[in-house]
């Protein structure tokens, strides 16, 4: 499957919104669509150069918000 295609399947709204506009490149989008959809949301809320590194900062509670720089 694309990265696009699992966006769209599995991207909560506000994530395949942020892919539309530009705002998230598809394919750190399509590793974000692997959250739960509720987190996959505050990703988006925490601004895009979070979204980069989301699959790394995520723990069952939420998204860390270490600043390793980058």
């Known amino acids: 499957m694309t990265a696009a295609k699992a966006v769209v399947r599995d991207g ?3 994530l395949v919104a942020a892919v539309e506009t530009g705002e998230v ?5 399509a590793e974000v669509a692997k959250l739960p959809e509720e987190v996959q949301a505050q990703v988006i ?3 895009p150069h979070v979204t980069r590194h989301a699959p790394s ?3 069952p509670g939420g998204v860390t918000h ?3 720089g980058g």
């Open 25 to 29: 490149a598809v394919t750190a989008a």
């Open 57 to 59: 900062r995520v723990s």
């Open 45 to 47: 809320a925490e601004g």
């Open 12 to 14: 909560a709204p506000e």
């Open 66 to 68: 270490s600043h390793r």
